[in-house]
């Protein structure tokens, strides 16, 4: 089956930066490129929060008013992975993090991966 699998999570001081990955795999009838993905993210006591979008080609991007100018998201289709590169990161980061791949009817979760920013 389609699996998503985080990484690069963990704990950096505030200003500091995280690389997160998003790697899919278990296509069968279907190919990573075909997926819109997104990040979110979820901290404790709050709803689940939309961070950013990418499309399928990666010619398009999004992000939510708080992380704009800090987060960039990308694609690497050949590879079938997806990033979030969290720049200038703040306290108010802190979260769970995850990828969400969508097909038409088909909607996958990963697991998350924590990232913690704090001195």
């Known amino acids: 089956q389609v699996q998503l699998v985080e990484s690069g999570g963990g704990l950096v001081q505030p200003g500091g930066s995280l690389r997160l990955s998003c790697a899919a795999s278990?296509?069968?009838?279907?190919?990573?490129?075909?997926?819109?993905m997104s990040w979110y993210r979820q901290a404790p006591g709050k709803e689940r929060e939309l961070v950013a979008t990418i499309t399928t080609t990666g010619d398009s991007t999004n992000y939510a008013d708080s992380v704009k100018g800090r987060f960039t998201i990308s694609r690497d289709n050949a590879k079938n992975t997806m990033y979030l590169q969290m720049n200038s990161l703040k306290p108010e980061d802190t979260a769970m993090y995850y990828c969400?791949?969508?097909?038409?009817?088909?909607?996958?979760w990963g697991q998350g991966t924590q990232v913690t920013v704090s001195s």
């Open positions: 969400r791949m969508r097909l038409a009817s088909r909607d996958y």
């Open positions: 278990g296509f069968t009838f279907t190919t990573f490129s075909a997926y819109f």
